[in-house]
């Protein structure tokens, strides 16, 4: 539905998006994750016809978006992240008149105002002024305005800021409700957002492309490096820290210790490892054998957002390329 | 086509939700009355003078009253004109609105067309406001109507024309005060050129004045209707739109 080769978009002075390539499935619910600035905004813009690439190719539902924009821009669905509101309009006269814009006949458009109103919660408030409106309402109108004509393709610029956590909730529900014949792209920087609604994720950072996959597989191939919390004791006297963490740092397969806690004379430390590693045996090891006691030690599991951080952290820029190489060829 | 009505109507209500069109049309109604006022008191102060001391002499209404009157009515419109197109595409930058209308299925040219027919509806309002006073006339009074009819053909063409400036001005930036305050200076150099040339019978001269927006209204405001008044008002709508076209186009590439 989507497919994106080689799309760059370079600006005076910064490359804002840097030779990215995708593919969005027909029904899909694709999340687009990036810290600010990664480019995600400029690639939607691209897909929607507002900005033009300045290398590559952007087709959308079967039509290129230098060839044929009209033809795009009919398809499309667009959630800028300022909803896009007349302040000085009603919520009905404004939906009416992208409702008109987007091509709806006169004769179809209050079924279809009345359609969108429902499925966004706007009754209360379609007499209303949309300067009168909250945010969170006039973000409402803004997904309102994506979703009146009905279009294959939905390119929400962070859909859910500005809402309180129950309208969060309606909204995911509502893009769950949409996500079969529309295709929907989302970008957020809110993780579990996209572990709630997405079925693939996109990752950029400084406007490249890190990695492309399923959520699941994404969470799965990051969680083969486990991270684990480790409660030491001194047996007689406090163990110093700094010596403690350099032993644990010594145990091979170990990648990052960090220490979390330290009360009394009970250490608490974070180990990670690398991927595909088994730690745990050798740590237990290496503390009994120092002479300190094991607490306590269980696993805490890599979220969204540590791998998130992972990929986007640009203090691994090497391990980043290494992601971005395995992203590409999966 | 259906687009463009479409944001020509919004447009034009937009203007209406807010303060903005009936202080204008206040504002114009409010001068324009008192021109009137004055201009009919003087008159029938001359014509009680000259019956009085037995003479007659031929009153006419339409040089006296009317053709003066419209000629102000030209002038007052130049400093409400830069305060009907301030807004027009600046503010949709600002809003961020203007992502709407650039990523719906509508051509460039039906935007800006669509907006400077509904500024164009808002001025046509405001004219009418001048219609009021002149209604009395008729009513009491017997003046042509023929040269009236063309003197309000220039004032909509003059008109058509500044808001077409103002458009493009408008598209060039996202604070509607510079755009307010550039579309003002210029339709005040637009109005200060004629005087400019006024004394200078040479070619360049001569260019500078025809390029005044004004000196075109004069004789519209006599009654004569020259195609070549006609032509340069409508050449220079069509190359401001055009202009305005353009500079929406490069907003894509530059932003």
């Known amino acids: 539905m989507i497919k994106v080769e080689g799309l760059t978009k370079r600006y005076a002075r910064t490359v804002a998006v840097d030779n990215i390539s995708f593919e969005v499935e027909k029904g899909q619910i694709v999340g687009f994750l990036g810290p600010n600035g990664a480019g995600k905004t400029t690639t939607m813009r691209i897909l929607t016809c507002f900005l033009p690439p300045s290398e590559g190719t952007a087709n959308v539902a079967g039509y290129d978006v230098m060839a044929n924009p009209l033809e795009v821009k009919k398809r499309i669905g667009y959630l800028p992240e300022t909803p896009p509101v007349y302040p000085e309009m009603e919520v009905s006269e404004y939906l009416n008149f992208v409702g008109r814009l987007k091509g709806i006949g006169s004769g179809a458009i209050h079924s279809k105002v009345d359609d969108v109103v429902g499925k966004c919660a706007l009754g209360d408030v379609r007499n209303k002024l949309i300067g009168q409106l909250s945010k969170g309402y006039r973000q409402r109108v803004g997904i309102a305005q994506a979703i009146i004509h009905n279009p294959a393709v939905l390119v929400l610029d962070e859909p859910t800021s500005g809402l309180d956590p129950k309208q969060i909730i309606e909204i995911r529900e509502l893009l769950r409700n949409l996500a079969g014949e529309h295709t929907i792209i989302l970008s957020t920087h809110i993780l579990s957002e996209v572990e709630h609604s997405c079925e693939r994720v996109i990752i950029i950072s400084r406007g490249k492309l890190v990695a492309i996959d399923s959520v699941a597989n994404l969470t799965n191939r990051l969680r083969g490096s486990e991270a684990v919390a480790v409660e030491v004791q001194a047996v007689d006297g406090r163990p110093n820290p700094t010596e403690v963490q350099q032993r644990l740092e010594q145990i091979s397969g170990v990648s990052r210790v960090m220490m979390k806690e330290s009360k009394d004379s009970r250490l608490v430390f974070e180990v990670e490892s690398l991927q595909g590693r088994h730690i745990r045996a050798d740590l237990a090891r290496t503390v009994v054998n120092s002479g300190w006691n094991l607490n306590e030690m269980r696993s805490v599991g890599l979220s969204l957002e540590d791998i998130f951080l992972q990929l986007t952290s640009a203090e691994k820029p090497a391990e980043a390329a290494q992601e971005n190489q395995e992203g590409g060829t999966k | ?255």
């Open chain 2, 1 to 255: 086509m259906s687009s463009i009505l479409l944001i020509c109507k919004k447009e034009f209500k937009s203007y209406f939700t807010g303060p903005i069109a009936y202080l204008l049309m206040a504002f114009f109604g409010l001068i324009f009355g008192f021109g009137f006022y004055t201009a009919t008191r003087d008159i029938v102060r001359f014509s009680l003078q000259a019956q009085m001391m037995g003479q007659q002499q031929p009153m006419n209404l339409n040089d006296q009253i009317i053709r003066p009157l419209l000629g102000f009515a030209s002038t007052i419109s130049l400093f409400l004109i830069p305060m009907i197109t301030m807004r027009l595409i600046a503010e949709e930058k600002k809003s961020g609105t203007i992502e709407l209308l650039l990523t719906s299925p509508v051509n460039d040219i039906s935007i800006i067309i669509g907006k400077w027919g509904g500024a164009m509806l808002l001025y046509l309002c405001i004219l009418g406001m001048s219609l009021l006073n002149l209604a009395m006339l008729f009513a009491w009074g017997k003046p042509d109507w023929h040269p009236v009819a063309i003197a309000y053909l220039g004032l909509i063409l003059q008109g058509g024309c500044l808001l077409a400036i103002g458009t493009f001005i408008s598209t060039t930036t996202k604070n509607q005060i510079i755009a307010g305050g550039v579309t003002f200076f210029v339709c005040l150099l637009l109005w200060l050129l004629s005087w400019f040339t006024a004394f200078d019978t040479g070619g360049f001269g001569q260019v500078i004045s025809y390029l005044s927006i004004i000196t075109h209204f004069d004789n519209f405001a006599k009654g004569l209707l020259s195609m070549k008044d006609v032509i340069f008002y409508l050449s220079m709508i069509f190359f401001a739109l055009f202009l305005s076209l353009r500079s929406m186009e490069s907003l894509r590439w530059r932003s």
